[in-house]
């Protein structure tokens, strides 16, 4: 077997295990690439695995931002999400940043079964590079031996797993290139971290900050273009936030 049809059949085989069986048999699942404007919808959707209907705020002003939150009782009377696209210099989204209400609050506000337990943030860019290779076929990931999705979604201080949305708003590696064997792999790295609305430690906080769970994806153009062998690795998203972001953003995380 050439090199080409071992690394086809891995990536095939491990989209079978990590993306289909979960596409097909969770209704949540995605069953089209949503598009910028609409990605944080799908997102909740997909991590949080609810059908309830919620509004998205779009910021195109960063500062803006990050003083938002994910509310339970938006303008409308509908929860309401928050969403920021990262850009290269040529206007290019290389990643999307999302803040989601988490399954805990749903569930206590609109009742049981409202939402399933949250899922990992990467759940969303594996269904992504599911539909990706649907539409592009496997001959696109010849560039790569694999797509490996890193596991660890808090990539600051082991010691310290708390984490607050100025620290999850820092600058981090998004994507970027590794070996074995030899051979190239992509590797996806997400960030993000929960607070559960009714968790103990974080009864004291602010409602705001509670009944969240925040998420960094790579947006579907980007890895396409990956895929395809046009992207420049690796690649970087966040912004060190001020000391006006840190005084007015406090809230608990944990993951």
């Not at 803040?99 to 759940?123: I, M, S």
């Amino acid at each position: 077997m050439s090199l080409q049809s071992r690394t086809l059949a891995t990536i095939l085989a491990t989209l079978s295990a990590t993306v289909g069986v979960n596409a097909s048999a969770d209704s949540s699942g995605l069953t089209q690439i949503p598009t910028a404007q609409n990605y944080c919808l799908a997102a909740q959707r997909v991590i949080v695995r609810t059908q309830l209907d919620m509004d998205l705020v779009v910021h195109e002003d960063f500062n803006r931002f990050v003083k938002s939150k994910a509310i339970i009782n938006g303008p409308d009377g509908r929860p309401q999400i928050q969403q920021f696209n990262w850009l290269d210099t040529e206007g290019q989204i290389l990643g999307i940043s999302c803040k989601l209400k988490n399954t805990d609050h749903l569930n206590l506000t609109f009742g049981a079964g409202t939402a399933r337990p949250d899922l990992p943030c990467q759940e969303m860019n594996r269904q992504v590079l599911g539909l990706l290779n649907a539409q592009l076929g496997l001959s696109t990931f010849s560039t790569y031996r694999a797509v490996i999705f890193d596991p660890d979604e808090s990539l600051g201080n082991p010691e310290t797993p708390g984490m607050t949305g100025p620290e999850w708003l820092k600058p981090y590696v998004l994507a970027y290139a590794g070996a074995a064997n030899g051979n190239q792999e992509l590797h996806i790295a997400s960030k993000g971290f929960i607070v559960e609305f009714s968790d103990p430690r974080f009864t004291k906080a602010p409602e705001r900050f509670r009944g969240v769970h925040y998420c960094h994806f790579i947006a579907p153009e980007q890895l396409e273009r990956l895929l395809k062998g046009s992207g420049e690795l690796p690649i970087s998203i966040g912004r060190n936030p001020t000391a006006e972001d840190i005084a007015t953003n406090t809230g608990p995380g944990a993951r």
